[in-house]
């Protein structure tokens, strides 16, 4: 079946360095994606989206980019920082199905 | 605190017991989402509802779960005959419906069943 995934289970990044983490997707219907950050002990965060028709979206600190012919999707975190520690999820919504679809998720360290 | 509220955060019980656990969405938000999450993964989609409107029922829900949004505010799950395998994460999530979701979880409630 079609289903959102991630790259790498677990990355590991120096205070102050940028983080990328990537997304792979397979449904070329969906048109709506949002990336969430769940710290341990608690429900996901939102922390930002991006629609079909865009390609890049700019938060704080944050940069969703969306590649609709390779079906990828990467979140970009500038200068990390300890409490960016968590488990990052993205997450896709499916119009046929009318919900959201979350991928296995990708655990970010921050070493000091 | 006007996020999603979820009560209890921590339910141990014994297998074979029913337990009820409670969402309490943000005001003016007409989706309610209940998603179950094990240890390393992703939330998984379970039901949800449109006001009082239960739309949707994952397949991979038995029988011996049921939900409930009486008024369209507050909504129930309840587990009845737990089995082991039901100990998880159940995450609720709300959401003003607009096209697209951005949903707004609970901080969840953690079942064991021992």
């Known amino acids: 079946g079609e289903s959102v995934g991630l790259h790498l289970p677990t990355l590991s990044v120096q205070e102050g360095d940028n983080s990328i983490i990537n997304c792979a997707y397979s449904?070329?219907?969906?048109?709506?994606f949002i990336w969430y950050k769940q710290e341990s002990g608690k429900g996901p965060q939102f922390i930002i989206d991006i629609r079909s028709n865009m390609d890049k979206r700019q938060g704080q600190r944050v940069t969703v980019l969306l590649n609709k012919t390779v079906k990828h999707l990467s979140l970009q975190i500038a200068a990390t920082q300890p409490g960016d520690s968590a488990v990052y999820f993205c997450a896709e919504f499916e119009t046929s199905y009318d919900k959201v679809i979350f991928g296995p998720g990708t655990s970010l360290s921050v070493i000091p | 605190d006007t996020g999603v509220s979820q009560d209890p955060r921590h339910k141990i019980t014994k297998r074979g017991q029913n337990v009820t656990f409670r969402c309490d969405p943000i005001?003016?938000?007409?989706?309610l989402y209940w998603y179950r999450q094990t240890l390393g993964q992703g939330p998984e989609f379970l039901t949800y509802f449109q006001n009082e409107a239960q739309l949707e029922k994952s397949r991979l829900l038995s029988d011996r779960f049921s939900a409930e949004r009486p008024k369209g505010s507050f909504s129930t799950l309840e587990i009845q005959r737990t089995e082991q395998g039901d100990s998880a994460m159940y995450l609720c999530a709300s959401t003003k419906f607009t096209g697209g979701e951005k949903l707004f979880f609970g901080s969840g409630t953690q079942l064991s069943v021992l």
């Open positions: 449904n070329s219907a969906s048109d709506y």
């Open positions: 005001s003016e938000h007409n989706r």
